[in-house]
């Protein structure tokens, strides 16, 4: 592996001090790039982007969804690729050596990657209990001849609010125990806690051995998903009325695109299907060999997910047209909601489709798949920061890697019971609603701002440079000084002029509630602010002079010997890489 000058002066300089060796890489590059799908592709594909199509005119909103991809999700990628890559740091100290004033960024995107794996696993449990019932014989989700059922359940879908169909029920009723309301706590779901159990065993199997499992089980995870995929967009195409559901996807509704709304929304769904500032992806990157084509990887990856999504779209619709056939509604009509999507609307279609529990088996272990490799970045960013920072703590206390990574993914275990109790559905919608929406775009404004603005594009189109030899074109520079910053500041505005609180169907949380979702917010947005404080506290000099170091990239390296920018970008001449002998880094 080829090293630039500033690397090969790190590795001189942490080799010299600590004899350590540099830092290991992907055993294989297509490993990185499948891991790299596997993190951008997942559940959001196939509900959020389907539903916001839904909801926003059809084909009208492939409009600005394709746009955006261009503008903002390709460029912004290629950015945050490009930091992981020429630091060979995880966000906490990637951002720390290109913007120490904002280094609170890469703690704030570990923190939000920790709260969401720990509700993000709940849909890989509700997806393990359908997977396992999708064995019965007829599907229980089929009839109402249940004991769960109420008198006002119908085999068939109504737009009536006095009756429930089937699916509704059993998803209520049977997997979920709903209560009336957050305030209403109910009991423990021990089916649902089991699997929970089971999910997150799973989890840790895959990740336990670092770049060592978890690259190997990336080839499955991220691969078979597009086999069921084609699988059932084969079937569901000569359903009956298929042909009208995929003439609602594909044929616009131009008007809608006068709505910013819609616009907004787009460029959301491409924020967060690709995971901008979540740091999964900036983690991944930072163990590539140093010349990696970054380009090609960030063209590979983004294009990969967008067409995953509208391939999802192809297989949804022509689900969604197939019921309407059997409904006789207008696919307009149909009643469609982000998780009631993947848990309602199509189960309720495979009850009806012939060898159903072939099919429902086949998409929940999609769904399970899909889940599994989101999961593993998530998890594996909060692993890889600690270990990076706390190696010799952690191991003084654990022993053994292994053992610290059963204690991660027990802690995020016992943080994800209160979403497998009855109450769990409004928990989880609660977390959902303050993480996935709220926090990320505050992190993502700020990452663009550290490493546009801050660092600089002149900067890193050097690094690019000195990596791969060739500069980034015009294009890629002007998105990243003028048109990504204008464009996220715009959606981080409209965001927050057209908050709405959290809801859940009709049900819209109290204010108590939403306060604890604040909270929630605020769990990870905080280490912004803290982050900034204490840059400002360890830096030498006057107010001032702190100041203009603090926006100063590699002002961290060294705060006893003088602040200046020196040649080598660590954050600190006492951080420690562990060999590797002693453990097979994450990521």
């Not at 009723?173 to 089991?194: I, K, P």
């Not at 907004?264 to 769904?269: L, T």
């Not at 769990?523 to 170091?549: D, E, N, Q, R």
């Amino acid at each position: 592996m080829e090293l630039g000058p500033k690397q090969a002066a790190v590795m001189s300089k942490e080799e010299g001090i600590d004899q350590q060796p540099s830092r290991p890489t992907w055993s294989r590059q297509i490993e990185f790039t499948l891991a790299g799908i596997g993190c951008a592709v997942g559940l959001g594909n196939v509900w959020r982007f389907p539903y916001l199509c839904y909801r926003s005119g059809g084909g009208a909103f492939l409009v600005p969804y394709l746009l955006m991809l261009v503008v903002l999700g390709i460029p912004l990628l290629y950015m945050e690729l490009s930091v992981g890559q020429y630091t060979r740091r995880g966000p906490v100290h990637a951002l720390a050596t290109v913007c120490p004033l904002l280094k609170g960024v890469g703690m704030a995107s570990v923190a939000i990657s920790f709260i969401m794996c720990t509700y993000y696993n709940i849909v890989i449990t509700w997806a393990l209990y359908y997977l396992f019932n999708s064995f019965q014989s007829p599907l229980p989700w089929q009839s109402c001849n249940n004991t769960w059922n109420t008198p006002n359940c119908t085999d068939h879908a109504t737009n009536s609010s006095y009756s429930s169909t089937a699916s509704q029920e059993f998803f209520k009723y049977r997997m979920l125990g709903q209560t009336s309301g957050v305030e209403e706590t109910g009991t423990l779901r021990w089916e649902l806690f089991l699997i929970l159990i089971l999910a997150w065993i799973l989890i840790y199997l895959c990740i336990f051995k670092g770049v060592k499992s978890t690259g190997k089980v990336v080839y499955f995870t991220a691969l078979f998903p597009y086999v069921i995929l084609i699988a059932l967009l084969i079937n569901n195409v000569q359903l009956p009325g298929a042909s009208d559901g995929i003439n609602f996807f594909i044929v616009p509704e131009w008007d809608k695109l006068r709505s910013v709304e819609v616009w907004v929304n787009a460029a959301a769904q491409i924020f967060n299907s690709i995971g901008i500032g979540f740091g999964s992806l900036l983690a991944m990157s930072s163990y590539n060999s140093f010349n990696n084509n970054i380009l090609k990887d960030t063209l590979f990856i983004s294009i990969t997910n967008s067409l995953t999504s509208i391939l999802a779209g192809f297989v949804i619709f022509s689900a969604f047209g197939y019921m309407s056939h059997l409904q006789g509604i207008p696919v307009s009509q149909l009643a469609v909601d982000g998780p009631g999507l993947v848990f309602i609307v199509y189960p309720q279609a495979f009850a009806s489709m012939p060898v159903s529990q072939l099919w429902a088996f086949l998409f929940f272990f999609m769904l399970l798949c899909l889940g599994l490799d989101s999961e593993f970045a998530m998890v594996e960013v909060m692993v890889t920061s600690l270990l990076d920072e706390f190696y010799q703590h952690l191991i003084r206390i654990f022993k053994r890697k292994e053992l610290f990574v059963l204690a991660v993914c027990f802690v995020a275990l016992l943080l994800g019971i209160p979403c497998v109790m009855q109450v769990g559905i409004y928990v989880f919608q609660l977390m959902d609603h303050y993480t996935a929406i709220v926090s990320i775009m505050f992190l993502a404004f700020f990452e663009i701002l550290a490493i546009c603005w801050s660092y600089g594009v002149k900067r890193l189109s050097s690094n690019v440079k000195e990596m791969t030899g060739k500069k980034p074109n015009i294009f890629f520079r002007l998105c990243w000084l003028i048109v990504d910053p204008v464009l996220i500041t715009v959606i981080l505005i409209f965001s927050i002029i057209q908050f709405k609180p959290a809801r859940y169907g009709d049900y819209v949380f109290p204010p108590w509630a939403q306060g604890v979702g604040w909270v929630i917010a605020l769990a990870s947005i905080i280490w912004i602010p803290l982050g900034a404080i204490h840059t400002l506290w360890v830096l030498p000099g006057s107010l001032m002079k702190k100041l203009k170091l603090s926006i100063k990239p590699y002002a961290l390296n060294d705060t006893k010997g003088g602040a200046g920018e020196p040649s080598v970008p660590v954050i600190s001449s006492s951080i420690k890489l562990p060999e590797k002998s002693q453990i097979e880094t994450h990521f």
